[in-house]
């Protein structure tokens, strides 16, 4: 008990001077006019004190915030090529080595001191190395709404152009399975079954009409091997080289399509009929080696069955509307 008074004393006062610190920093500083310059967009003047995620949303750029500038979300990533001074600890949780040593820094923590000269990231970007780092706040509920993706120095590549009827067709897809609980995995599964991928922009939609997080969808859709992000071709081959397939020569009938088709694994024939990837089971081991082609499976294959199969195989029975898609 004799320790609780001092503790709480102590603590007290280092409050008290914090507080006054950051008081006397507001109140007593003057930093004077201070210029932003925006690689790529735009440079203005602001008043130093004030935060860069203040200063740009004040100038209408589009900086997510979903933590509303408390440095728990990461998504304000902004890269400072000149000033800012030195990176702070509270952004050290959501910057990378490698995001440092190219002046990635926290729009919310960077007070403006002084001139400066910023870009700004592509945001999809920002959101896919936060997931792929591990570097998001699980706890957090994020509320903000996305309505441009891509911005800053990425204005080199072309802007996503959604078609109207692809547009619908995400749409109504949502629309379909807006109410139901647990809807995500759902309406996922019917818009690759539509476009048999996961546009980047259908993932932004999903994100803004479900209101749920960009960084949530992403996760889902990266986490099921039944998902791919990329066009995949009209004919999915699977190459078993699970022990049985492979002893038997899977390792053999994969080399061949490789080598017939002229891609290698994980890629697609250049008129997207065929893509070629592998598996570690099938569950026909008694049928070894065995390859499968969308939903039919083949076995007891060697280097010239695998081909005849390939030959005979009705590679254009795909709907036309999903090839268009």
Not at 58 to 64: A, G, L, R, T
Not at 70 to 90: D, E, M, W
Not at 131 to 136: A, D, F, I, P
Request: hydrophobic residues 35%; positive net charge; proline residues 5%.
């Amino acid at each position: 008990m004799e320790y609780i008074v001092p503790i709480v004393v102590l603590t007290g006062v280092s409050l008290l001077l914090g507080g006054l610190l950051i008081l006397a920093d507001v109140v007593l500083a003057d930093y004077g006019e201070c210029l932003i310059r925006v690689a790529g967009e735009d440079e203005f003047t602001v008043r130093g004190g004030q935060t860069l995620l203040t200063s740009l949303i004040s100038h209408n750029f589009n900086i997510p915030s979903a933590c509303g500038g408390k440095a728990s979300c990461g998504y304000c990533k902004v890269r400072v090529i000149q000033g800012g001074g030195q990176i702070l600890p509270t952004e050290k949780g959501f910057i990378t080595p490698e995001e440092r040593k190219v002046g990635i820094r926290l729009a919310c923590q960077v007070k403006v001191k002084n001139d400066m000269e910023i870009s700004l990231p592509d945001f999809v970007e920002t959101v896919r190395n936060i997931v792929k780092n591990r570097l998001y706040n699980p706890k957090l509920k994020w509320k903000f709404r996305m309505e441009h993706l891509q911005y800053g120095e990425e204005k080199k590549k072309p802007k996503i152009k959604i078609e109207t009827d692809h547009r619908e067709k995400i749409y109504n897809i949502i629309e379909a399975h807006r109410d139901m609980p647990g809807s995500t995995i759902p309406i996922l599964q019917n818009i690759h079954t539509v476009f048999n991928y996961l546009p980047e922009y259908a993932l932004a939609m999903v994100s803004k009409e479900m209101n749920i997080p960009y960084s949530t969808i992403y996760r889902v859709s990266t986490f099921y091997n039944a998902f791919s992000l990329k066009p995949r071709g009209r004919n999915i081959i699977k190459v078993c080289l699970g022990t049985s397939c492979y002893v038997k020569g899977g390792a053999g009938l994969l080399h061949t399509l490789e080598k017939e088709l002229g891609i290698s694994v994980h890629q697609n024939t250049p008129d997207l009929k065929y893509t070629l990837d592998t598996v570690s089971c099938i569950g026909c081991c008694g049928q070894s080696p065995v390859i499968s082609i969308n939903d039919d499976i083949f076995g007891y294959l060697d280097k010239h069955k695998v081909i005849d199969v390939l030959h005979h195989y009705p590679s254009d029975r795909v709907k036309d509307e999903q090839i268009k898609a």
